[in-house]
């Protein structure tokens, strides 16, 4: 069965000028990314990987070309529009963790929440719920972003992220600022909402986020260069693991 | 490297800056403009006398053909009196002018093309040495019928309708005339005479109503009030009639107005200027957390806590500097524009506005010190700051301990939840914002209060500074009744009115009578009742201060040789004679032997506007025929107001207006800037989560709303409170002790509800910043 593409692009270009001088991170690039997929974006550091996942969320806009997003075209939105738009399908999970840090934790989902015109009873219930699946206890539901460790504000980053049930959650580097056990547990999470159906792109240098993925994509010099289909994540795969070592090493990583 | 450091500082806050000129800017200018003024003016008046050589007091009698007594014993008095250095006479007679102003048709009853008036004419070739018109502005040419007019009624009475070499038309007692205006004058004498030709002066002039002036200057040492206090007392004793001007009196009436607009101009800019240190507080402080980290940085390479702290302060110093120089540069503009086009008018006489060496050191001290100050104390803290913490943890107020109006149980729109729970974080903020708010809501309540009282029913003000509150007075040939008038159709209370001058406590008082006080609705007492029975009296307020008499008071009353008792039932405020005033029952002049025969039929009406009041006094005047010699209507009076004292109370609603919307556009400006770089990380964060700008505009809008009604609530409640009491603070050297305005229960609220909109909509014009923050470009820095 052919996979359904949420995310399709079509001649994108982005390039930014920097004292004069153009730069094109971006360059005529033709993609799609697949609804179910763990799909994670890897490159060199200054590849434009982040420049890449934020014009396909939307969240900025193509020089060029145009993005499709479950088939509207999003590309000449307004910043408003776009807005609007990301309520409902998009969700992000930042590296830093970007909490309000004026409300609680339970406020800060539910903010995103309410957005969405969701019913306001069932969608603490989710939360709660969400939150306990991310081992995010009660007790932490009053207490303020500042007060969480690094991990514990990524992993109430990812309820905010997916408490709209958005199409495709964006992760950029979600790990990046994470202790290596921290680290895990949040690529838990991730793994285990996109095993129960949610699309999710991420975008990291780190080997052993990017094992997550089922599809990795690699991002040089303005456009995808190569691409690897690993399969669903298991632990402990060790062939997965190789495959990936040697998709990386042809790319020269 | 502070050069560098303040430099850096200017280019980050320059937009702030500007908003933080401009507030500087009109404080300053306020209260250096009400300084330059207040010490203007006194001196001005003193070099002003002495240049026009005024006489000191101006005597004047009536001329009676067909006995001169009267008039032969004052004459003498004066040539004997061994306190009067030199003196002059002058004839002029007192008549009656109709002025027309658009149509050459007399006949017109509309007062849109008409004024009726009395006025003194003199023979400008009469004049001796004192007090000779001073003129402003003269023809070149000879005229065959030159008119000369004190500058005063050129710009008033004459309604501001006429330039030099101008025919002016008059009918003067019934009879046409044309003249050519040829000059306008100075003059510090009450009396300001129309001038004309000799031989114009005698045609027109009415032989029953000639005055004979004689214009005095005292020797030196003599004080002139105490003078004119004795003099007087000595012709009421003696049975002699003349009237007087005092220049200290005139003088005294000029600077009133001036020095009330002054002193509220000055309160304002100091009010003013508690709004701009606050805002410095509430600034620096704010841009110390923020720049925490960067201050820390500043430290860690070598800056010293003091040359940290001395950078800020420098930077308002030389803000606030730089706003007061503008302001002085505004000022000295401005100033002879506004002396030209209003205070010119209200004095009748040119001054030349030198530069005020006192006014703008005071100015300069409060202004640029306040700022010093306040930057110094609100700059404590960076002293503190210690590099390794800020750098790595900011602020320790950061923190937030308790998460006010959780959104699970909050009721309302997300928009809605998110304003309230940021309108009761921050406790700093929201008293600056309730305190700026409060100073608005007085202004704002003051100027609904005035506004109502003084532009919209000006009769409010015209009854409280009035003699009785009588709205017509009808002057009959005989002695009247009023209880005929009463029943006229249109005529509400009517009364007879009759005065007299009389002795009391050696204090000379303009004593009014009337058959029966019983119909005056409002005597404007502030004490007590009105008199009732023969010994019965109510006095003025500033008689009753003067002679420290109270009620219940026993006081002799003296009048030409008869003296009686009477008990003071009350007290009552005027401004009529600066409150040296008393009222008695007809019944009781017969202690004073003196018969009750009013000429006066005083009246309120039923009606309420301009015209039907017309109609009622034109209804009463085919009544009455020839037996009514004269009447006047306060609304005519109100709605022709060539007078000052309303133009300026008018002015000053308006002065009250702006300051406060200028209070909320600077503060508003400073406030949401800040908050809204403040807000710049969480504003970037909502943007990703899918808010529009719209809807974050509305939520920093809103989250303002419950302070500045609060604040709004408070100040219009203090402000309309005091409503009252400021005006009598104000009015009490007139002799209004107790301002009696209306006051409504609707101005507070008025001003509430359009302070906030006021407020709602520059916030959310505001606020348009927040559009161009982007999620994107947060999560790139
Ligand atoms: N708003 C911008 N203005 C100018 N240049 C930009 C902007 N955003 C990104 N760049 C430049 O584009 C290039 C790609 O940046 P990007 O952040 O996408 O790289 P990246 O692959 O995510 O790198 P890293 O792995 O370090 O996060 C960089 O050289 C960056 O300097
Ligand atoms: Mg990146």
Sequence with gaps: MPKKSIIRTEKLCKSFSTGGVQRHIIKNLDTEIYEGDFTVIMGSSGAGKSTLLYALSGMDKASMGQVYFSDRNIT??????????????????????????????????????LLTGQNKKQLAAKAKDLFKKVGIGPELWRKFPNQLSGGEAQRVGIVRAVINSPDMVFADEPTGSLNSSSSDAVLNILTEINQNGQSILMVTHDMKSARRGNRIIYFKDGTICGECDLGPYKTGDKERHDKLRAFLTEMGW | MLTKLIKSNFRNDLSHMISFVLIVVLSSFMLQFGLCIVMGYNNHYDTKAEELNSADVILYVYQYDDDVSNEENVANYIENDPSIETYEEQMFTICECEVIFNEDNFDSISSEDKETFNMRFGALDDYGEIGAPMFIER??????????????????????????????????????????????????????????????????????????????????????????????ADFNIKGLDAYYYSLPETIKASLYMINIVSAILCVFAVIITLVVVTVIYFRISNSIEQNIVNLGALKSLGYTGSQLRLAQILEFTITSSVGFAISTVLLYISL?????????????????????????????????????????????????????????????????????????????????????????????????????????????????????????????????????????????????????????????????????????????????????????????????????????????????????????????????????????????????????????????????????????????????????????????QEIYGDKLYYYSNAYDYIKNGDDVDLMVAKALCFVFIIVSIVIIFLSMVLLVKTIIIKSQKEIGIKKSLGFTSSQLRMELTLSLMPNIVIGLAIGSLIGFMNANRFLSLILKNLGIYRSTLEELPWMPLASVVSGTVVTFILVWFLSHRIKKISAYKLIRE
């Design chain 2, 336 to 620: 002879p524009i506004f002396e030209e086009r209003l205070l010119r008018r209200m004095t009748g006489t040119i001054w030349k506005p030198p530069f005020n060496l006192t006014a703008f050191l005071i100015t300069g001290a409060f202004t640029v010190g306040a700022t010093m100050i306040v930057s110094y104390l609100s700059t404590m803290r960076i002293s503190t700051i210690d590099p390794v913490t800020a750098i790595r943890f900011g602020l320790k107020s950061h923190t937030f301990k308790k998460n006010s109006f959780p959104v699970e149980i909050t009721s309302g729109p997300i928009v809605w939840i998110l304003s309230l729970k940021s309108a009761f974080r921050n406790k700093k903020q929201n008293l600056l914002i309730i305190f700026i708010m409060a100073v608005v809501g007085i202004t704002l309540s003051i100027s609904v209060f005035f506004t109502y009282n003084i532009a919209y029913k000006t009769m409010n003000l015209y009854k409280l500074l009035s003699d009785t509150s009588s709205e017509a007075s009808l002057f009959f040939e005989e002695n009247t009744d009023a209880e005929d008038i009463r029943d006229i159709p249109g005529v509400d209370k009517a009364w007879t009115e009759m005065s007299i001058v009389a002795t009391i406590k050696g204090t000379l008082t303009e004593i009014t009578v009337s058959d029966d006080w019983a119909y005056v609705n409002n005597m404007n007492l502030t004490e007590g009742r009105v008199p009732v029975l023969s010994n019965e009296i109510v006095i003025g307020n500033t008689l009753a201060d003067n002679c420290d008499i109270k009620v219940g008071d026993e006081i002799e009353v003296a009048c030409s040789g008869y003296e009686g008792t009477y008990v003071v039932t009350g007290l009552c405020q005027t401004t009529y004679n600066f409150g040296v005033v008393a009222r008695m029952t007809a019944d009781g002049l017969e202690a004073l032997n003196i018969e009750y025969s009013p000429h006066w039929v005083e009246m309120t009406f039923s009606v309420t506007d301009y015209e039907s009041s017309k109609n009622v006094l034109e209804n009463i």
């Design chain 2, 139 to 232: 023809s070149d040419e000879e005229y065959a019928n030159p008119i000369y007019l004190p500058y005063i009624a050129l710009k008033g009475r004459f309604r501001n309708k006429y330039s030099i070499g101008d025919e002016i038309k008059m009918k003067i007692n019934g009879k046409e005339y044309s003249f050519t205006l040829a000059g306008s004058y100075e003059t510090l004498s009450g009396a300001s005479p129309v001038y004309l030709s000799s031989y114009d002066f005698i045609q027109i002039k009415d032989d029953d109503n000639m005055n004979r002036f004689f214009d005095i200057q005292l020797k030196d040492g003599v004080n002139t009030e105490e003078y004119v206090q004795a003099m007087l």
């Design chain 1, 76 to 113: 000449n939105f307004t910043s408003d529009q776009l807005a609007i738009f990301r309520r409902k399908h998009c969700g992000f999970v930042f590296q830093q963790v970007y909490l309000m840090e004026t409300m609680s934790v339970m406020d800060n989902v539910l903010t995103a929440g």
